[in-house]
């Protein structure tokens, strides 16, 4: 499950620099076709460093937003939220025209289901739809494919309602992984889900036949409250598969290379594939997203690359980017695990994938400071994104600050099946955008007892207006009695 906290990287980690990206793509492989390969990369970012310099000015004064309608047209149409879901009787939901019926593992709630079908990467001028433009434009106007027409197809209209199996066992997640936790997402039923990710529609497009796509959507997720985390969220996929042919097309002896070998899995490869394929993949799509990055902040821009875990890449990597002098993590990404190739019926090709979040680019990009603003319907701020083109500068103006109101709950937790998630949802579905943030703020074991104390703060602020202390002290009453009732605590209140 891609995931990209907006956080400093790790020290240590130096910037990339042309000679480490040979170096990294081009290490253990011996002899004659090291230098074979090393020679067509040093050619090729040569080339694309050329580019990278020259690609801002090259642009036309005027970029138009396109339209998706590419050569793989299958982008459903966007649902009003107004008509999206509705739950007639307490053991059915009726989302996006389908039934669903509830049980055990049901916990979408109803704020959350009047989020489906906003579709806000698709309104016209929202900063998640510049961004979403920005990166269609991109991909379609530097990726050509042998007829002329744009190499990757894109898909913004795809259901947010998918599978158990279509979000984590097509991607070859674990029964067991943390990422599958009934506190962790938001379940129609055992069966059915609103994705937490993108990545659950790669099998399927990939069974399609397509070999190069981006896939844009709304995530869900029950995760903490802050100013960068917000239950629903936008998410980009892309993926691009090769065959021998493409991979090696520009390398002499192409026939003596193959994708395929039966070898052993190391921290480098996949026990499948062979150096060289895995190696000119990796560089392939570094250099895709390093072209994507600079194509949205600017040249000059400073890239490095974190080894991380992805349970449907290997190798995988994370990105992180230097601005304003601070090293941001922006995506993740990785060699697709031919695994999950095979089992789409794509067993000839090798590819690889990344996910990157559109509020954490728009969030760097415009220097919007609370991640709730997205949903804002203030003309104040949605106006500052209305720009005669998608690649304009746009320096977000804040709205009023409004002051917080703070205030504290404490309880004991009822036994060990009390999650925090669980508080942080009851909390939101009865607060809602008012609250602007929850901490822990304190954790307490009683001696004796031994029975655990939570004690939260929860930051009450209006984006839009101020708030009264009778208003907030009205809603704090509600979670206090709410926790008591549905969780199970014991108040100290």
Not at 78 to 91: G, I, K, Q, R
């Amino acid at each position: 499950m891609w995931s990209w906290p907006v956080m400093p990287g790790p020290a240590g980690v130096s910037p990339l620099r042309s000679e480490g990206l040979i170096a990294v793509c081009c290490g253990h492989m011996p002899g004659k076709r090291l230098q074979v390969i090393r020679e067509f990369a040093m050619a090729m970012l040569w080339k694309f460093m050329r580019v990278a310099r020259y690609s801002k000015t090259a642009l036309p004064p005027k970029v138009r937003g396109i339209l998706v309608h590419s050569r793989h047209s299958s982008s459903s149409k966007s649902v009003p939220s107004d008509f999206a879901a509705s739950t007639p009787c307490s053991n059915t939901v009726e989302l996006l025209g389908k039934s669903y019926p509830q049980d055990d593992y049901s916990n979408v709630t109803e704020k959350i289901l009047s989020k489906v079908g906003k579709n806000l990467h698709n309104k016209k001028h929202h900063p998640l739809w510049l961004i979403k433009e920005q990166v269609k434009d991109h991909f379609y106007k530097q990726y050509i494919g042998r007829r002329g027409t744009p190499l990757f197809s894109v898909y913004d209209g795809l259901s947010p309602v998918v599978t158990v199996q279509q979000n984590f066992d097509s991607l070859l997640i674990p029964q067991n992984h943390a990422s599958r936790k009934k506190e962790d997402n938001y379940y129609l039923n055992r069966d059915h889900m609103l994705r937490a990710h993108t990545s659950a529609h790669q099998w399927d497009l990939i069974h399609s036949g397509l070999d190069a796509f981006l896939a844009v959507g709304d995530v869900y997720r029950r995760d903490t409250i802050d100013n960068t985390h917000y239950p629903v969220f936008h998410q980009m996929e892309g993926v691009r598969l090769f065959s021998c042919h493409e991979l090696f097309s520009n390398i002499k002896d192409v026939e003596s290379f193959q994708l395929f070998e039966q070898g052993h899995r190391t921290a480098h490869k996949q026990e499948c594939h062979t150096m060289e394929a895995v190696r000119l993949v990796e560089f392939n799509l570094k250099q895709v997203l390093t072209k994507l990055m600079t194509h949205i902040f600017g040249d000059g821009l400073q890239v490095r690359w974190v080894d991380c875990s992805f349970p449907f890449t290997h190798p995988s990597f994370e990105m992180e980017i230097n601005f304003q002098g601070e090293w941001l993590e922006v995506l993740g990404c990785g060699v697709m695990e031919q695994q999950l190739v095979n089992s789409a019926g794509a067993q000839d090709k090798i590819g690889w994938a990344f996910g990157l979040g559109l509020e954490r680019l728009a969030m760097i990009l415009y220097d919007i400071p609370d991640i709730r603003l997205f949903w804002s319907e203030d003309e104040r701020f949605l106006k500052q994104f209305i720009v005669p083109h998608i690649c304009q500068k746009i320096k977000f103006q804040p709205l009023s600050r409004y002051p917080p109101l703070i205030n504290d709950i404490s309880f004991w937790l009822p036994s060990e099946t009390y999650s925090k998630n669980d508080f942080y949802e009851l909390a939101r579905t009865i607060g809602g955008d008012l609250i602007e943030k929850v901490v822990l703020l304190d954790e307490f074991t009683h001696p004796k007892t031994k029975k655990v104390s939570h004690c939260y703060r929860i930051v009450y602020r209006h984006p839009e207006r101020t708030l009264t202390q009778n208003e907030v002290h009205r809603i704090h009453q509600a979670i206090e009695e709410s926790a008591v009732r549905e969780l199970g605590v014991e108040g100290r209140f």
